[in-house]
């Protein structure tokens, strides 16, 4: 067997003689700086194991015990556990990629090696497979933190977060799974157990932060059937150093590409019905991004910033030419005030950046465009 592209040869990527020939769910977890949790990341997935199931984690050249966690698992599981390897670190996107390529389970559920998957989990899904064998199956999740507060105890999401809005199951309408996905405004990939086939293509971006955002395009078009397990299954990491844990003009860069490019896929004619939820759902996360930039101008060298900023100007002139404006008048007549509000004021916190944030003249705009076309 070669070795995968990037990937230094191991013992561990060989098959074991003892594993199915074809298992009927991969679990792929990538590590990198995770020897706190990369254990009880695992244990949840081993303690839940059943025939036909592959784990496989891949050490993204981690410079801390993480590489040599999996490996020690991998010997006391042989033919359930193996472990892939970088040479050199290549960032998340590409060992999820790496681990796609190496996956040979029907099904494929990524893990991140901080979170774990919740008691009952793998069970749940093996029956909604029996049951319908959809193409997608979305999980909800629950919320880990390592120091709960009371308020944190108090909220019913911390225990229990939907990751789709929408019917239970659908066929043969990619609208109406785009617009679920959106108006639950969870995309990452960990919540979201498809065909190997379906993951196949929707690559992720390498060399990017927020990965998962760009690939809802391409996985909402691959699938035809679909269920929503209404159930949390995986338990979400909340700690300081995380990934998403801190800002930086590299993250923001990303985030901004990332809204593009999922506005950009599903912008389309055929998407129609769902046109409101992904405009909700990119302006929200445009205002997110310019609040993210307001806190790193104190910090960061202006320098750093300005391309940054500018992409956020081309990002929102693209997506909302009215720079909003309808989706804010539409907030506001479901009575959405303070959501319309709170979203104009953090796209106003570019004003130095890249002018005064104006809904009312972006609209005047547009109309005396439209007459002048005779709309």
């Known amino acids: ?33 995770v020897e706190d949790w990369l254990p009880a990341c695992l244990d949840s997935v081993l303690s839940q194991h059943q025939p036909g199931i592959e784990l496989l984690v891949l050490d993204d050249a981690s410079p801390d015990a993480s590489g040599a966690i999996a490996r020690a698992y991998a010997g006391r599981h042989p033919g359930v556990l193996r472990v892939l390897a970088h040479g050199q670190n ?9 681990l796609l390529a190496a996956a040979r389970g029907e099904y494929v559920w990524f893990l991140d090696s901080d979170d774990v998957l919740l008691p009952g989990a793998i069970a749940g899904l093996a029956a909604v497979l ?36 929408g019917p239970a199951d659908g066929e043969a309408a990619p609208e109406r799974l785009a617009r679920g996905l ?17 993951w196949q293509q929707a690559p992720f971006p390498e060399g990017r932060y927020f990965e998962d955002i760009p690939t809802i395009p391409a996985l909402v078009r691959a699938v035809r059937r679909w269920h929503h397990a209404a159930s949390p299954w995986v338990g979400y990491r909340q700690r300081a150093g995380s990934i998403l844990a801190s800002d930086s003009p590299a ?3 990303d985030l901004l590409l990332g809204l593009r490019e999922l506005h950009t896929g599903l912008a389309t004619p055929s998407m129609a019905p769902a046109r409101d939820a992904l405009d909700a759902y990119v302006l929200r996360a445009l205002a997110s991004a310019a609040r993210r930039l307001r ?48 979203i104009r004021q953090r796209l106003g916190q570019l004003a130095p950046a890249r002018g005064q ?19």
């Open 1 to 33: 067997m070669m070795p995968l592209p990037g990937c230094r040869p191991s013992s561990e990527m060989l098959p074991s003689p003892e594993s199915p020939a074809s298992p009927w769910l991969s679990v792929l977890v990538p590590a990198f700086k």
């Open 90 to 98: 290549r960032g998340l996107a590409a060992a999820r990629n790496t």
């Open 130 to 165: 029996k049951a319908s064998a959809p193409d997608l199956v979305m999980c909800d999740f629950a919320l880990l933190r390592e120091r709960p507060r009371l308020h944190h105890r108090l909220r019913r999401r911390e225990r229990h977060t939907p990751s789709f809005r």
């Open 182 to 198: 959106l108006g639950g405004g969870q995309l990452h990939a960990w919540s979201k157990i498809a065909r190997r086939s379906i």
């Open 251 to 253: 993250k923001v860069r």
């Open 295 to 342: 806190r790193l101008s104190g910090r960061t060298e202006p320098e750093a910033l300005a391309p940054v900023q500018r992409l956020h100007a081309e990002v929102l002139a693209a997506c909302f030419p009215d720079g909003g404006a309808a989706v804010l008048r539409a907030w506001r007549r479901q009575g959405a005030w303070i959501r319309a509000w709170r």
């Open 357 to 375: 944030f104006d809904e009312r003249a972006a609209s005047s705009t547009l109309r005396r465009q439209a007459e002048r076309r005779g709309d």
